[in-house]
């Protein structure tokens, strides 16, 4: 069965510090995707990234970065620098995609402050 | 840009009594989703359509939750009768098409069952 632990419940930093919010993830396949969604307070989840099970290569948008680890079953997101606008909760999901159904699972997600 | 509408934003109902969501997904995404998110909770998946059939709906309690999207376009989820559990953040996401692409979700239904 799948399952992804985001075991910071609660982060807060300073404006202009990095942070790093933690992914494990658990599945039986060889083949899936993990994700990262941004939830600000008006609710909605904002899609940050997909990452299929093959491609390890770490990724870099802007200030956001991603580090994928097959070997720890790790897919950790980093922010570089962070500004107040990226306060909201974080949320890494996984899906194993048999055939069409894309079951995506969720973490229980890490809340990021960012102070000013 | 284009986006899942939901509908209604807020919605207070008495338990026992009857409450609907609709959503309207991004046009021409075939997949639409409908998720509970319990406050403090990542969202879990309810059902799942792929035009107008189900794909999956093992995580729906189907003796009191009901989906439908009937022309493969529009969708309604419905609560008969709604319980205290029951309230909750509703999520709509819609995406393209088969197979395992990002999921774009509206703003939500927040429920309150009192």
Sequence with gaps: ?116 | EAEVAQSPRYKITEKSQAVAFWCDPISGHATLYWYRQILGQGPELLVQFQDESVVDDSQLPKDRFSAERLKGVDSTLKIQPAELGDSAMYLCASSPGTGVTEAFFGQGTRLTVV
Excluded: H
């Design chain 1, 1 to 116: 069965a799948q399952k992804v632990t985001q075991a910071q419940t609660e982060i807060s930093v300073v404006e202009k510090e990095d942070v790093t919010l933690d992914c494990v993830y658990e599945t039986r396949d060889t083949t899936y995707y993990l994700f990262w969604y941004k939830q600000p307070p008006s609710g909605e989840l904002v899609f940050l990234i997909r990452r299929n099970s093959f491609d390890e290569q770490n990724e870099i948008s802007g200030r956001y970065s991603w580090n994928f680890q097959k070997s720890t079953s790790s897919f950790n997101f980093t922010i570089t620098a962070s500004q107040v606008v990226d306060s909201a909760v974080y949320f890494c999901a996984l899906s194993e995609a048999p055939g069409n159904n894309n079951d995506m699972r969720f973490g229980a997600g890490t809340r990021l402050t960012v102070k000013p």
